[in-house]
C-alpha cells in the first residue's frame, strides 16, 4: 500500500511532529523507570512510613473520642474505621511497590536495538498511526496491531517491530487499500496542538525528572533528602506510638474485644 500524501506543504511538518511526540513520549517512560531504579524503593518505604503516621494519629483521635464519650472503645468496630480510611492510601502504597517491581525487572537496551527500534517505528507509523493513515480508525485488526506497535516501541523489541512490520503489511494488503489519499483536515491547528503537546511533555513529569537521572550529584542529592525524609517519618512514629501507649496506660480507656466477654 502507498500512501499518498496531501499536497498540503505542512503534511511533513505535522508527520515529523507526531513521530517527535511518540518519540518523546516513549523517552518520558524510559526516564520514569531508571527514576524508579534509582529512588523507588526509598520513595516507598518513606510513604509507608507516613502512612504508619496517619494511622497512628486516626487511632489517637478515634480514642480521644472514646474518652469524650465515656471511654469504651469497640475493638471491632475501630478496625473497621481504620480499614476503611487507610484503604485509599495502602491502595496507592500496593501501586508503587508494583511499579518499583516492574521497573527493577525492566530490561536494558542497546543502543543498536533503540535506535533500529525507532527506525522500524518510523516506518510502522507511516504506514499504520491513526494520525497518519485514517484506514487505522476503520479496522480492528490494523488498530490491534498498531497497539502492540507502541509496546513494542516501548520496550525496544526489535524482533517484535520487524514482524509487525510484516503483518502490518499484509493486512493493509488483505483489506485491499492499494492506496489511500491522506488529506489532513485543519491541519495548521492540528500542529499547534502537537507543539503544544510536545511542550507539555517536555516541562512536566517524568520527562522533567531527566536531569536527575543523568547528573549523579542531583541523583545523591535527592537520595539524601528521601532518607532525611524518612528518618522523619521513623521519628514522628515513634513519637506516636508513645502518645498511643501513653492513652492506653492512662486507665481511662476500656477496650472491648469481641469475644472475651
Known amino acids: 500500500m502507498d500512501l499518498i500524501k496531501s499536497a498540503n506543504s505542512k503534511y511533513t511538518e505535522y508527520e515529523n511532529l507526531l513521530l517527535e511526540r511518540d518519540q518523546l513520549i516513549k523517552e518520558a517512560g524510559q526516564i520514569w523507570t531508571v527514576y524508579l531504579q534509582l529512588f ?6 518513606s510513604y509507608e512510613e507516613k502512612l504508619a503516621c496517619i494511622k497512628c494519629k486516626k487511632i489517637i483521635s478515634y480514642y480521644q473520642n472514646a474518652l469524650n464519650h465515656g471511654g469504651v472503645v469497640d ?19 500496593r501501586r508503587m511497590m508494583n511499579e518499583n517491581e516492574d521497573a527493577e525487572n525492566a530490561g536494558t537496551s542497546t543502543p543498536y536495538e533503540a535506535e533500529r527500534a ?5 516506518r510502522l507509523a507511516k504506514l499504520i498511526h491513526p494520525d497518519i ?4 480508525d ?16 516501548h520496550h525496544n523489541d526489535v524482533k517484535e517491530l520487524s514482524e509487525l512490520e510484516v503483518l502490518a503489511r499484509r493486512v493493509l494488503k488483505e483489506l485491499g487499500v492499494e492506496s489511500v489519499r491522506v488529506d489532513i483536515p485543519d491541519i495548521e491547528e492540528k500542529i499547534e ?3 503544544t503537546e510536545i511542550d507539555r511533555i517536555t516541562h512536566s513529569e517524568p520527562y522533567s525528572l531527566k536531569y536527575l537521572v543523568e547528573d549523579e550529584t542531583a541523583a545523591e542529592k535527592r537520595k539524601s533528602e528521601l532518607r532525611e525524609e524518612l528518618e522523619f517519618y521513623q521519628k514522628y512514629h515513634r513519637e506516636l506510638n508513645a502518645v498511643i501507649l501513653r492513652m492506653l496506660q492512662s486507665g481511662g480507656l476500656n477496650i472491648h474485644v469481641k469475644g472475651t466477654d
Do not use: C, F
Not at 481504620?82 to 484503604?87: D, K, N, S, T
Not at 525507532?118 to 518510523?122: A, D, E, F, I, Q
Not at 476503520?138 to 516501541?153: C, G, T
Open 138 to 153: 476503520h479496522s480492528p485488526e490494523l488498530q490491534e496491531l498498531w497497539n502492540r506497535v507502541l509496546i513494542a516501541y
Open 75 to 93: 475493638s471491632a468496630a475501630m478496625e473497621q474505621y481504620l480499614e476503611q480510611e487507610m484503604a485509599e492510601y495502602y491502595a496507592n502504597l
Open 133 to 136: 493513515n485514517p484506514e487505522t
Open 193 to 195: 496542538e502537537v507543539r
Open 40 to 45: 523507588g524503593r526509598l520513595m516507598a518505604d
Open 118 to 122: 525507532k527506525t522500524l517505528y518510523r
